[in-house]
Structure formats: structure tokens, C-alpha cells
């Protein structure tokens, strides 16, 4: 009974005690745990080898190979259990997406029985071939060997695909040389480095017992459209693109404001229930849904989680997101930009760091003017987002992201940080050198009896900034809807590790074993001061909109890259590459190769656009614009036929062909452009910002403007009207 799937959350238990018991039977299945953690682990694994796979998943250390085999043969029972014929190696290659490949857990012996196999070394090594994958040059296509390699602090799931079942093991992707072919690989270095210099400072506060590491932690919200199925197979450029390039804007945005937390609608709930039930499965832990700004745009947000598992379940919240859809009529556009002119998707990145022990660095407490510890843990960001914002600029550059920033309810791509009042209060304090308060905001008085005295956060919210401080975390708002978080997580851990490496040694200088509290109170004052005053410029509490503020940062020296191909200049500048060397997090070569495979798919993908948008303006514009021109003809003929002038009508056509000639001129220049070729990536790169944008946006320009004019009955494409609205 397949409709039953659509509802299997927990909460619509009652719905699903109405199903007749072998619906139930089939369905009952599903509410287990589809990943190989807790209960799973414990009831399948000895007490000893449990321990010692917990210990190895909580300390991030290399697996055993002694207790791989048992480990195997639990995981295989299991996944057979579940229905699973396959297992793969599951791995996020440099194309930002994941890969899989799968192998059959049977296979014949030698007496021609099939036998069910997983062994150690099948869990622990796979062989992918590496020339299919973007190496940006570090592989040649006949230096095709790689190795897929079990990340065993990432829980092993089951993923289905209708009938199907196959046992999914999350692994890093690296070459034959050794060098990182994929997104974790750089994470996992990202955190260790982080959790080093973090722990320098612990040390510093003896705040450090009992504590083995500092994790990094990640909330990811996930912005995302839906729209209706059949439109989107008929329009060409969502197909390809995954976004619109033409497409008149409907009379009607989100001016009123009335999408944004409105009520879910019905379909599109079923549809969020699901991706959430299938979420669960996964040990995806979902908590938040709602409408977001544009019509047809939604929002789901998880639980934080350690980063390198939050980044493999962001993942796999990607992929529910689009499989579900089609279940429901929908298609799930996870693109940054699907329709122009309304609020386009991001994923706001919320990051801190804590304790293995589950002490948040980033939490001020109530007294936060004597939290040395987290002044010191805040200012290390701000330094180093002041020092690197061009870094996490490029951390986040990619074709689509482009339309975001700095368009409708997206941050700018000045990249700037939002403190709030209370901490920008007590940055004062520390630049006039001494710390005595912490601004407290009263209880809010609603004026009303019935309604309670409500406690108020200690600063306001700033939707327009792209790095706020939000009440104990950072939330990082330029990160595109369709990107892996591995790669801007592993570029902001790199940064911050700089920075925390920087002020621990800054104090080390002055403080020791045997320093009582006043002399480290005192020494951290002195080397925050000095931080203070050389980085506050990257902190702006106002309204990142305002024009005003792009001015004010270029005379505070902010940069401001707006494109992809300014971006990504940026990774291959000297800091960059020794940054990335001295944390050990990515050498110059996988760094030269990060930059190649990402200025690459920047070019292919306006590449792809641009002929779509040709191939859309000749095959349904024009001779859309050209049959209306024929009727027009027609009816001016005829009419002066019947001896009546109709000069309004002549004009009406001449307004016509006006238009038709523009937009002929312009995709001939989309075309020209498009076929540029150069040898050199860095200069491609420039031409497509440069000269290929511009032409793309002209053109597109041209063609708007005769869809907004074409009687309907002539217009070939669902509209920005039926796309947004319609479901
Ligand atoms: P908002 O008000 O911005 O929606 P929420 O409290 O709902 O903030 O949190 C948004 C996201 O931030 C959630 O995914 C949440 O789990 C995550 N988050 C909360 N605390 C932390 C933390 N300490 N580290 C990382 N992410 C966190
Ligand atoms: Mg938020």
C-alpha cells in the first residue's frame, strides 16, 4: 500500500492504526532506524568491540583494523535484515554532490552457491575509478586509481530507493598519491586543526580536564522551492539549469509579506511530513519547518550536530528533498536563484565550537564581560573573518550564489559580522582596556494582563547580515541552497584555527602554569585590546542593504568581490596556500586543484544557461513573437481593408518588431559570447563574468519584455505567475 508512505511520522501514529495489519506489517518496518548507531550497534556487536568502535567514532580516530571484520559482518546482517542487496561506499567527490557505487553482497563461490560476503577490508577500502571525477589536474584520465576510505565517525546508513535497499558507508575520497579528491577529506583535517589551537586555549583558562577535543558544530537551515512537477518539465532552463533564465515577473512577490511563516499548504505539507519521516530514518534529526519568503519557497533546519556527520546528513537532507518531491507532484528546486526578482535559497550555516565534554566556546553566559575565555573564542573569529573575509567570500562563490548575493533578502557579498548590542557594548569596553559590564535588556512588558512578561534576547536579529552572532553561534548566511557545507566549513575552521593559534601564542607569551586569574585576566585584556582595534572594521550592526553601508565599508576597507571569478582569485594568492599548508588542512597542489574544479564548473554551468537561454529565445520566444507579429499585420490589413485607420494598432506593431529586433541583436551577442574560447581557465573565467553575464542579462531583458506584451494563448511557457503560485 505505497500511498501509506506519504504518512509515516511518528505523529500520524493514528492514521496509521486505521491501515489493515499487513499494511502495518510492511510499514512497520520503516519506523526503525535506518543507520548503524546506538541500539543498532549495541544489540549486534560484543561489548568490547562496541567500545572500542564508540571510542574510535567519538575521538575521530583511525578504525582497528582488528575489529573491522566483526564490524562487517554485524553491518552486513543488518542491512540484509533491512531488504539490502548492495552496499556501496558513499563519498562527496569535488562535483559537490555524492557518489556511490554499488556492489552486490552476493556472489557466487567456488561451488557456484551464492553466498551472502562483506569483509573488514570491503568496509574499510574501496577502489573507485578516480579519473570519472574532477581532480583539477591532480589525476590524469589514465592515473585512474583512488581509494574510498571508511570514515567510521559518520554512521553507515540504508538508503532506499523504492523496493530497493542499499547499505550506504560514509568514506573520504583520496587519489593513489594520497591527495584529498573530496569535500570530507579537507573537513576532517579542518577539525583537527581547529580542535588543536581550541585546545591551546583551554589550556590557557585550565578549563581543558577532562576534555579530549574541541568539535565544531553545524545547524544548517535549507531554503528551497517547490513547484508543481508538470511545469517544470515544461520549461526547458529548470530542466537543464535548474533555474530560470527568462521569465517576466508575476504582478504579484512577496511585497505583502504574506508567504513567510504563513500556513503550510496542504500538499506541500504531506510532502514535508515525508521528507522528514524518511529524515528520521536516516538519523537525520529535522526540527523546524515553515514557509519562507518568496511564494513557493520553504525551509527545514536540523538539529546541530558535529560537523563532519551534520555535513554528511546535510547531504542526504539534499537528496530527501529532491527524491520526495516527485512522490508528491512537486519537483524540489534547490538552485540559489530559480526565479529572478524574488527572495532566492540559501542555507544558513550555524557554527560554533564546544567541548567533547558539551561546553558551548561561543556561549557568553550571563555575565559576559568576565568570560574572558568566550571574548577570547569571539574575538579569534572576528579576527579572522576580518583577515579572510575575501576567503570566505570565495568559500561561497559559485554560478548560482552570484544571483544571490546582494540581490532580494540576501546578504551582500561584503562579507561583514553582526554582533548586536551587548557585544559590540563590550568590544568598547575592550578597546577603552577595561571590562566592568554587561548591558542586560529588560523583560518585555506586553502591556497587556493576559499576556506573560516575556525574557528578551540580549540583541536584536539582523536578517541582512551575512556573519551574525546569533545568541551563541554564528550563523553564516551566504552559503548557497545547492552547495556541500564541507567546503565553507572547511575554509572557516582553517581561518578560525589561525586566528585561535594567533592569540595562544600571544598569551602563552604572557602567562603560565602558575598565573593566578587576575594576570590572565589581565594578559588577555591587553592582547584583546590591540585585537579589538585592528579588526573591528569587519563589524557592522546596521542594515547590510543599505547602499549607504557599500560605501562606508570601501572607506573602511572591506572588500567587496561580487563575482565568482574575483572570488576564487582569492585561492590561489600566497596567504591562501600557506594558511592552507601550515594547518595541514590542504597542500598547494589539492588547493590549485579546488580552485581549477570550481572555476570550471562556474564556466560550464553559464556554459549550459547561456545556450539554453539561445536555444529558448529561438525556439519558443521568437516565433511566439513572430506569429503575434502576423497577427497584428493581419488585423491592420484588415481593418484598413474596411477603410478604418488604426494607427494604434501600427504602432502597437511597430513597438512589435522594435522589441523583436532587440532581442535577435541581443542573443546574437549571448551567442557570440558564448562561443569564446580561451586557453588559458583564468581568463574564461573573467570573460564569462564579464562579458558573458551582461549579455545573458541583456538578452534576458529583451525577452521579458515581449512576454509581458504576447497574448497568453501565444505564450509557449508556464509562466513566473503559475510557477509561484500554483498548487
Ligand atoms: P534561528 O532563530 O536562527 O532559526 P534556531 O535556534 O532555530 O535559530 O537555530 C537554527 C539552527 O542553528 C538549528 O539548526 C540549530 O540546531 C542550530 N544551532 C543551535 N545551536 C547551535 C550551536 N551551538 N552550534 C551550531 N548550530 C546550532
Ligand atoms: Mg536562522
Known sequence: MTVMRTNRLPVYAERIQDMDSTDYQETQDLFGSLTFTGDVML?????????????????????????????????????????????????????????????????????????????????????PDASSFPSGGIRDTYEARGYTAWDATSPAFILRSGRHATLCIPTAFVSWTGEALDKKTPLLRSLRAVSDQAMRILRIFGTDKGVSQVITTIGSEQE???????????????????????GAPPPKGHQLDD?????????????????????????????TRHNEVAPGQYEIAPVFENANVATDHQMLMMHTLRTCAPHHGFVCLLHEKPFAGVNGSGKHNNWSLATDTGANLLNPQEETHTNMQFLVFLLAVIRAVDLHANLL???????????????????PAIISIYLGEMLSDILDQLER???????????????????????????????????????????????????????PNTILNTMVAESLDYLATQLEKKVSAKSSNDE??????????????????????????DPKWHEQAQKRGLPHLKTTAQGLDELKSKETIDLFSKYEVLNERELRARYAVLLDRYTTTIGIEARTMISMINTHVLPAAIRYQGQIAEAIAATKAAGITCEDTHNQLQDLVNMISTLRKATDRVAEAE???AEDADRLGHHVCDTLNPAMEAARAAADAIELVLPDDLWTLPSYAEMLFMR
Open 43 to 127: 544489540k549486534r556487536l560484543s561489548e568490547d568491540v562496541y567500545a572500542k568502535l564508540q571510542k574510535t567514532m567519538q575521538q575521530g580516530l583511525a578504525i582497528d583494523p582488528a575489529i573491522a571484520n566483526t564490524v562487517a559482518e554485524a553491518m552486513k546482517e543488518w542491512a540484509l535484515e533491512h531488504g539490502c542487496t548492495h552496499y556501496c561506499h558513499w563519498f562527496q567527490p569535488l562535483t559537490g554532490s555524492t557518489a556511490e557505487k554499488h556492489d552486490a553482497f552476493f556472489v557466487p563461490n567456488d561451488d557456484g552457491k551464492t553466498i551472502a560476503s562483506f569483509t573488514g577490508a570491503q568496509l574499510i577500502r574501496g577502489e
Open 224 to 246: 528551497y522551492f517547490l513547484i508543481n512537477k508538470e511545469f517544470y518539465l515544461l520549461r526547458p532552463d529548470l530542466l537543464m539549469c535548474g533555474r530560470t533564465v527568462i
Open 259 to 287: 508567504h513567510y511563516f504563513g500556513s503550510i499548504p496542504e500538499r506541500v505539507m504531506a510532502y514535508m511530513a515525508d521528507v522528514e519521516s524518511r529524515l528520521n530514518e536516516l538519523g537525520v534529526p529535522v526540527q
Open 393 to 411: 567570500r570565495a568559500a561561497v562563490s559559485t554560478a548560482g550564489n552570484d544571483h544571490r548575493l546582494g540581490a532580494n533578502e540576501a546578504p
Open 433 to 487: 582596556g577595561e571590562t566592568t559590564s554587561t548591558k542586560k535588556s529588560p523583560h518585555l512588558d506586553l502591556g497587556a494582563n493576559t499576556l506573560p512578561q516575556i525574557p528578551r534576547h540580549s540583541s536584536d536579529r539582523n536578517r541582512t547580515s551575512p556573519f551574525a552572532f546569533t545568541g551563541n553561534k554564528f550563523e553564516v548566511r551566504t552559503v548557497g541552497a545547492s552547495a556541500s557545507i564541507a567546503w
Open 520 to 545: 590572565i585576566e589581565a594578559a588577555v585584556k591587553a592582547v584583546l585590546k590591540e585585537v579589538v582595534c585592528k579588526h573591528r572594521r569587519v563589524v557592522f550592526d546596521g542594515d547590510n542593504y
Open 675 to 677: 562561443s569564446y574560447t
